[in-house]
């Protein structure tokens, strides 16, 4: 079945003003969605970054696969490849470690690649999961995303979610979020407030939310020192503690006095980085995500080497629309070594550009669709108005610091700060 077109659109939707080692997130998240168009009326959907960055590297791309064969997965890496070849742009998006050559060629194939395997699943009537090798479960279960927030963006009115800044109004942001969604694990983004004060919140998680799985991803705001007291304060509390400090070698340094496992999605971020980071012992829990990872079939291959090594699987993720979360259930589905929940953004959203109904989360799961492909309709009117938004926000990229300046001027990122 041959492509006759690829469309990609930039869009944009609000997002609230969410803290992290960075800043604060800007008014409006970014995405970029992509239609392969194919023979016999079948079309593909894609959803990934939507940075300007990203975006003129895929059009590279889209612009070369007309008349490509949707089934031939190989060839369409060949293509990106030899589109872009070492092009090299600034791909850290959100707090995913370093950018490389390698990590740009897989995150610019991922988006064409789940496109493909959405195309191919309606032409053979057959759901995503089933092209990845079939269920190994039939529903997939996420974690509350809890952040520290400012109440309302600059020059605006206030959200309804609040301000949070205290252990207080963090149980109330994730009793809200477990009501909603009924969320068995909670994660709460770290690495804004100084230590002992994110402590004394997972604390106050712990006894608000007894037998919930707690997590920290403070994106590396310590260094080795603060994150081994860290460790030893919050033992028998989390279940894991994500990138507490920068790099391998200092992840090692405190996965060795740590008693809970180390997850990373920041300093395990591509193939090459496995057998430094698993030599060393530095990991316990590799954070995947397809999206820069190289796709779903490559998700599945860095589960079967996790495995091998008796390393744990979880997924990460970053402000994201119902394509992208479509995705992330399909391949989690079909990945039999899945060994935590699921990370996602999908409670701080309020539009989307797929149909209403396709996901929802019952008990903090969502249930594998069935329909062909993906199982997501493509709302032409709500694209239309997510790209309007784009073109109107004026974003081009990322730049939770710069955002952030403008609330504090002398900000600096916390990157092993503490």
Known sequence: MK??????????????????????????????????????GVVGLG?????QAFLDQARKVAAELPGHDVFDLPGLRRIVGRTLGDAVFADEHGLTGGFSVSKTLAS?????????LDAQGHYLNRPVADLLGGRARDEVEFSAYLFYKYGAHLDAEPDDWGEVLTPDALVGEARRMVDAYGFRSIKLKGGVLPPEHE???????????????????????????????VAEQLDGVLEYLEDPTPGIDGMAQVAERANMPLATNMCVVRFADVEPAFRARAVGVVLSDHHFWGGLRDTQALSVTCQAFGVGLSMHSNSHLGISLAAMVHVAAATPHLTYACDTHWPWKTTDVIAPGALEFRGGAVA??????????????????????????????RDDVSYMRRFTGSFEPNTARW
């Not at 803290?19 to 168009?37: D, I, K, Q």
């Open 3 to 40: 492509i006759l077109d690829a469309v990609l659109t930039p869009v944009a939707f609000a997002d609230p003003p969410l803290l992290n080692v960075m800043g604060v997130h800007e008014p409006f998240a970014l995405r970029s969605v992509l239609r392969l168009v194919c023979a016999d």
């Open 368 to 397: 594998v669709p069935d329909r062909p492909g993906l199982g997501v309709e493509l709302d032409p009117d709500a694209l239309a108005r997510a790209h309007e938004d784009y073109v109107r926000c004026g974003l081009t990229k």
């Open 108 to 116: 610019v194939y991922s988006l064409f690649e789940v496109a493909a």
């Open 199 to 229: 402590i004394e919140g997972v604390r106050a998680l712990a006894d608000a939310f007894p037998g919930h799985p707690l997590r920290i991803d403070p994106n590396a705001a310590w260094v080795p020192k603060t994150s081994i007291g």
């Open 47 to 51: 959803e990934s970054y939507g940075d």
